[in-house]
Every structure is written in C-alpha cells, then in structure tokens.
C-alpha cells in the first residue's frame, strides 16, 4: 500500500504542477525543442499576485555634519507575482483510519519573485540641491530583495490554498485516473507554521 501511494502521489502532483501553469502553444513547444530540461525536487502548490509600493525618503547631510541641504521622496510600485511551493522529496504521508494525511516540512517562497515590468511606476519628487536619478536607479536595484521579503511576510496567507491545492491535486488525478478510492478525507499539515493546522478536505 505505501508503494502505491508513493507513485500515486508522484505522479498526481506532477499532474498538479501541470495543470497549475498554462499550457504552452504550439510556437513555443517549437522553440523549446532546444532547451535543456532537467528535474526539479519543487511543486508549485500556490500563487499569490499583489501591487506593491516602495517607498523611501532621502534626506542630503553636507559631509561630515548634520546640516540638511536637500530631501527626496520617491516611491515605485510594481505588480509582484508570488509563486509557493513544496519540496516532493521533504513530503511525507500516513493512513489514519480512512483519513489520507500530508505531512509538508514548509512551505517555499521561489525567487527571485516575477514582476510585471509593464506596471512599473516611478515617482520621485526632491527639494533642494537632491536628485531624483540615482535614487531611482538605487530603488530599481532594491525590488528584488525587497519583494523576496515581502513574499515570505506573505507566506502565512497562502497556507490554506495550498494546501487545498496539494489535496485537489492528488484527489482530482485519483479520479481521472478511475483509481478505487481508498480514503474518505485529505489532511495537510504545514509543519513550519506558528501553530500547526489541521486542514482536513472531504472527498
């Protein structure tokens, strides 16, 4: 039975990892003939999309006092497209009676996180003897590690979805797959939370 749920498992998350992405068209099939491939030990089990705004005040000092002589003000906002995901070789799983239980170590936020460039807004006002290009360009080199921070601030929102998307992954391929069910309910356990929930899906 543990050998049967290890391919199961196997197989209907990569099913899951599928269907989790859009399915390339026939142009980019063509192109990706060149492209090296090799296996990943990561499952996207969740999505998250948000605006984000940094923003950041500059205030000039003359060298070596603390007399001001200018200040500026800038901000940027991006559209910032979170991606969570599982390890498969860190998942783990058990039968409780008739209860199908996932055990996942933690949750991974995959970076460097995916922005939409099409939203980048820059604004930047100075007073004074300031300039807006270098801190602009300073903000510019700060998204990264910035939304990086910010995904994993974000991480204990995404518990819930992800982890109903690991159970409708396993169940919805144990059904197109016309396999006997063997359990009544999906139980997931994100084991990094705070607190540890139960999230059990009836199936």
Known sequence: MRIFLTLTLMMSLLYGLYTLNPKPSAHTLHLTQFVSLSPSDDCAVAKLQTLENIHHVFV?????????????????????????????????????????????????????????SATLNRTCHSVL?????????????????????????????????ASKALAD?????????????FYRAIEVIFEDEVTPSRRVFMH
Do not use: W
């Open 129 to 161: 003897l300031a300039s807006c290009k270098n801190t602009l360009n300073t903000l510019m080199t700060e998204v990264s590690s910035v939304l990086a921070d910010r995904g994993q601030a974000q991480i204990p929102i995404v518990y819930d979805s």
């Open 169 to 181: 992954h396993f169940d919805t391929f144990m059904k197109l797959n016309h396999k006997p069910p």
């Open 60 to 116: 000039k000092h003359i060298p070596h006092t603390d007399i001001p002589y200018g200040k500026i003000d800038a901000q940027l906002s991006v559209m910032a497209h979170y991606t969570y995901a599982i390890k498969l070789s860190e998942l783990r799983f058990d039968m409780k009676d008739d209860v199908l239980v996932f055990k996942v170590p933690r949750l991974y936020l995959m970076t460097p996180v995916a922005h939409d």
